[in-house]
């Protein structure tokens, strides 16, 4: 207790390091939660994919129907292999579903498949986050590939220098700026995902291809994959966080 809160000097660097212990602390729940949302997407769209819908239309058609009807007749629809791979590529304009919703009926199925047309909307219509987070792939691509060898220098110097050596300071502000990026991106990403979502279930309503209690189940697929990008973000910050708070002690210990 006394290692977390170090009350007793009451200076600001030992109230930073305080808060970066507690920061470091959080990271393996949070890392758990992750791991617990993984299973648990996996355990719900399993459960709604033996669910056949009413209509018992494919998902490839259901996608197609909504797209034609929001006049995306220019966007495609393609197959990948796998499970949950589903994604919408704006570059060859392809609504791309895996193997085990393309061809399926279940009420699942058409769930994932239309939030994925949901993303083609996004494009079509210029929506805001979209346009944001397309702006930071090409930048985050790129800090992402310093981030390894970054990482791999700070363990080596960690390990290698005598104790009373600091380790630069320039790693950890590459680092603050690669995290610093994911977590933009991962922020700009939340209100992408869960507008999909809406737009899937708003579409799905509207269009009377699922029944109230089908769009329920659809919402609870939905609403469950959202979560995964929730936990990706709380994870993000904790990192950006514990490296932010390195560099605030570092400088007030100076």
């Known amino acids: 207790m006394n290692t977390l809160f170090c009350a007793a000097s009451g200076s600001a660097y030992d109230l930073t390091l305080n808060i970066l212990y507690i920061i470091a602390l959080c990271f393996i729940p949070a890392v758990l939660w992750a791991l617990y949302v ?3 997407v996996k355990i719900v769209f399993n459960r709604y994919n033996q669910v056949n819908s009413k209509k018992g239309i494919p998902a490839y058609m259901v996608a197609r129907q909504i797209l034609d009807s929001e006049g995306l007749t220019d966007v495609q629809i393609g197959r990948c292999s796998g499970s949950l791979s589903d994604h919408y590529d704006p570059r060859s304009k392809t609504v791309v579903l895996s193997d085990s919703v393309y061809n399926s009926s279940a009420i699942a199925a058409i769930g994932v498949a239309a939030h994925e047309v949901g993303h083609a909307i996004q ?3 210029n929506y805001a986050p979209v346009k944001i987070r397309s702006a930071l792939v090409p930048v985050l691509n790129l800090s992402s590939k310093l981030l390894i060898p970054v990482l791999i220098i ?3 110097l960690t390990i290698f220098l005598p ?5 630069p300071m320039a790693i950890y502000y590459v680092l603050l700026a690669v995290f610093g990026l994911n977590l933009l991106f991962a922020l700009v990403t939340l209100p992408v995902e869960f507008n ?7 579409i799905l309503d509207d269009m009377a291809i699922l029944d109230d209690n089908e769009i329920r189940g659809v919402s609870r697929v939905l609403r469950t994959a959202a979560m995964t990008y929730v936990a990706s973000f709380v994870i993000t910050l904790i990192q950006f966080a514990r490296i932010l708070l390195i560099v605030m002690a570092s400088r007030k210990k100076d």
């Open 196 to 202: 999909a979502s809406n737009r899937a279930k708003e």
């Open 123 to 125: 494009h079509a219509k």
């Open 163 to 167: 104790a009373s050596s600091p380790v």
């Open 154 to 156: 700070n363990i080596l």
């Open 38 to 40: 993984s299973i648990k």
